[in-house]
């Protein structure tokens, strides 16, 4: 597929997270999507100013939408490499040929390094495997420059969770330049006036169904502010998510993954990869757990 065409569904008006956004946010993505300098991977060289200018917004106006948008992981943006990407653009956007994929060794190119630059790579290399045999033999036959970046499934936890901590990071950098105006904090009195209507997650009950649910992955021996944060979030995402037979259902659906279990062997000679409670409640792990990409 050309950089320079991508396929938006009709169904994105249907879509939970994309009608939640104000119409701002909407825009952004929108705006991103079709970007001229989007390349085919779904990501690019720009920065939150340089966006801003583009439509013609102040930047704490262009923070604050893609603030809204972060949060849904419906983007991502490193400040430091000057890069934006949409997570789930090789899912709407797949390679329609196995030419596309070679071109994939020459975007990536345009892609500044840093850690979404690997996220990317991941990406494409899970699209191309969910093909046929033509698709994977062209991912196969990119440049080890390309692939370099792929981990094995011993690396994939720190390097996702590694992710995750720099998207936190990202998005506490954008919430602080977005409070600094005054129809900010307005909203943050609003956020905060639904959190004291969301009921308390209850950790111990959760750690508890992990264990009874869950015995063959490692036990919770400490459970800290972090971790403690990570699951509130994750309650806090949606109503659904504040029962406990909702959790009891998400950690039986992971005791079907024999990957996520440690029933599949190791990368080489390394142990097999098995997930912890703090791994499944990352929200970039939650969503791919929930999606059941780690069922296949």
């Known amino acids: 597929m050309s950089s320079k065409y991508r396929k938006i569904s009709t169904r994105i008006w249907n879509d939970e997270k994309f009608i939640s956004l104000s119409d701002d946010a909407k825009?952004?993505?929108?705006?991103?999507?079709?970007?001229?300098?989007?390349?085919?991977?779904?990501?690019?060289?720009?920065?939150?100013?340089?966006?801003?200018?583009?439509?013609?917004?102040?930047?704490?106006?262009?923070?604050?939408?893609?603030?809204?948008?972060?949060r849904r992981g419906m983007v991502r943006h490193n400040e430091g490499a000057f890069c934006v990407m949409l997570p789930n653009f090789l899912k709407h956007n797949p390679p329609e040929s196995p030419n596309v994929i070679t071109a994939w060794g020459r975007c990536i190119e345009d892609i500044p390094d840093c850690d979404l630059k690997s996220l990317i790579i991941q990406e494409a290399r899970l699209v191309s495997n969910s093909m046929s045999e033509k698709f994977i033999k062209a991912f196969e036959?990119?440049?080890?420059?390309?692939?370099?970046?792929m981990p094995n499934q011993e690396q994939e936890q720190e390097q996702e969770q590694e992710q995750e901590q720099e998207q936190e990071k990202e998005i506490s950098r954008l919430r602080l330049l977005v409070d600094s105006q005054a129809d900010d904090q307005e909203e943050e009195k609003i956020d905060c006036s639904k959190e004291e209507q969301t009921p308390p997650c209850p950790h111990q009950e959760i750690v508890a169904l992990y264990h009874e649910i869950l015995p063959m992955c490692d036990r919770v021996k400490i459970w800290g502010e972090t971790r403690q944060?990570?699951?509130?979030?994750?309650?806090?995402?949606?109503?659904?998510?504040?029962?406990?037979?909702?959790?009891?259902?998400?950690?039986?659906?992971?005791?079907?993954?024999?990957?996520?279990?440690?029933?599949?062997?190791?990368?080489?000679?390394?142990?097999?990869?098995?997930?912890?409670l703090e791994w499944l409640i990352l929200p970039t792990n939650f969503i791919k757990v929930v999606e059941g990409k780690y069922h296949r």
């Open 141 to 149: 036959s990119l440049p080890k420059a390309f692939r370099k970046g």
């Open 229 to 276: 944060s990570h699951l509130r979030q994750r309650w806090r995402e949606k109503p659904k998510h504040q029962s406990l037979d909702f959790w009891r259902k998400y950690f039986e659906h992971v005791s079907k993954s024999d990957f996520l279990i440690g029933n599949k062997p190791g990368y080489k000679d390394k142990p097999p990869f098995r997930a912890t």
């Open 27 to 70: 825009l952004l993505f929108i705006f991103l999507l079709t970007h001229p300098h989007m390349t085919m991977l779904g990501a690019m060289r720009a920065t939150i100013p340089g966006l801003a200018a583009e439509l013609k917004w102040k930047p704490e106006r262009l923070s604050k939408a893609f603030l809204e948008a972060s």
